[in-house]
């Protein structure tokens, strides 16, 4: 078997952060029709490269079987809605954007983020590969493009509607298996003085905490600040600014401009690359023992369902999310251990979790089953989740969350 290379550099993967073994695609959830039929598994192994130190999964699966229709639609979380609208504030003002400027977004998904462009008669162009998805931004008044992004589409885009003054990427970098093609995608749309912003989840954060279960196939690469400054020195942008987000477990909001730019880095830039070099991440030291507390998170969710099981306590998931079907296929949970999981996507209803098969229903089934024990899944969106269903503490149940520690919480 040949040894992988670096999708960012070339280098050879021979240091392994964690390996989860098989496991199907985190968001192909399964039609109830379909529950005699095994669903595929793919390996599912994190690597580091000892060079430029992107961690990334190795490519099994081709984009199109994972975005082309896609059942993540970002609008049925308030909260992120509210975070974009915060970021339009932002950069409209950092920027003084207005009705002559131009903005793109890369992985648009239903709109959530440019209906807030749109509003401030801001012209838009959402660039989403899911056409299901892409269906329900152009009802927001969201110009949308169904396609993939990189060079070529960034050519297109611009010969049909010229070179934008900021593009915005969240949360889709990690999830493109060439990066370079997608990185130059963004030196090619914008405009000389042009911003790009992307948001990824922090690496530090997925280290630290023990974020496991941020790891599935759609997560092609892994990112910290020093490995994305290293891709975008080989694809014509460089970083100016980052900000540190709270969400998604804790993340970064990089600004970069092409490699000719004239904006001076920020001390907030200068604080994050000194928060790395502190914690080793160009070093693969801080990549070692990752897989043991994978396995301990592992171990303890297991014997505290089977406690649960055999003291007569029911269990209910919440969250139909990506990362909860990483958790459960990897400690081997089905219904045996959780009865069924919830969800206020109606796309993720009426549907079984790959993998492990569990049922996905609406929210209110909470309060027909009443449960013991409510597993949060997407524990990033924990507080809300626990704000959204606090009625499930009427009846003496209380909330469990497994990362980055097994956890009760209420």
């Known amino acids: 078997m040949t040894t992988p ?100 977004e890369v992985a648009s998904n239903d709109g959530y983020l440019l209906q807030h462009f749109v509003a401030k008669s801001i012209p838009v162009l959402g660039v989403e590969p899911a056409a299901n998805v892409a269906k329900e931004a152009e009802k927001k008044g969201v110009r949308s493009l169904v396609a993939f992004f990189g060079k070529e589409t960034a050519q297109n885009v611009v010969a049909q509607y010229g070179q934008a003054d ?13 990066i370079n093609d997608f990185v130059s995608g963004f030196t090619t749309v914008l405009k000389d003085d042009g911003v790009a912003t992307f948001e990824f989840p922090h690496l530090l954060n997925l280290l630290e905490k023990t974020q496991f279960d941020t790891i599935y196939h759609e997560h092609f690469s892994y990112l910290s600040l020093y490995a994305v400054e290293k891709c975008f020195e080989l694809n014509g942008l460089k970083v100016f600014d980052v900000e540190e987000l709270p969400t998604h477990g804790g993340s970064l909001r990089i600004w970069a401009q092409k490699a000719n730019g004239t904006r001076a880095e920020t001390d907030r830039l200068k604080a994050v690359r000194a928060k790395e070099e502190t914690a080793g991440i160009a070093t693969l030291a801080a990549y070692e023992g990752f897989d043991a507390k994978v396995r301990k998170i592992r171990d303890d969710l297991l014997a505290f369902l089977k406690k649960a099981k055999a003291d007569g306590k029911t269990v209910a998931g919440y969250g139909a ?18 009865d069924f999981v919830v969800d206020a996507n109606p796309h993720k209803q009426n549907t079984l979790l790959p993998g492990s098969h569990i049922p996905v229903h609406a929210p209110d089934s909470l309060k027909d089953a009443k449960p013991d024990y409510v597993l949060i899944l997407p524990w990033n969106l924990q507080s809300e989740i626990m704000k959204d269903v606090a009625y499930v503490q009427d009846w003496g149940g209380k909330f469990l969350v497994a990362v980055p520690e097994v956890a009760v919480l209420g």
Do not use: M
């Not at 909860?324 to 251990?337: A, F, H, K, P, R």
């Open 166 to 178: 900021l593009t915005t990427a969240n949360n889709v970098l990690a999830h493109v298996p060439d």
């Open 5 to 104: 290379t670096c999708r960012a550099c070339g280098t050879d993967l021979t240091h392994t952060l964690v390996d989860l073994g098989l496991s199907p695609l985190a968001n192909s959830y399964v039609p109830l029709d379909h529950a005699a039929a095994k669903d595929p598994q793919y390996p599912l192994h994190a690597r580091v490269c000892s060079t430029c130190f992107l961690v990334q999964v190795d490519d099994v699966v081709p984009p199109s079987d994972i975005f082309s229709h896609y059942a993540y639609f970002s609008s049925y979380s308030s909260s992120w809605v509210e975070h974009a609208q915060k970021y339009c504030v932002t950069a409209c003002d950092k920027l003084n954007l207005n009705d002559q400027s131009f903005v793109v």
């Open 321 to 338: 999310a990506a990362k909860g079907n990483t958790l459960l296929n990897y400690c081997g949970i089905d219904t045996g251990l959780i």
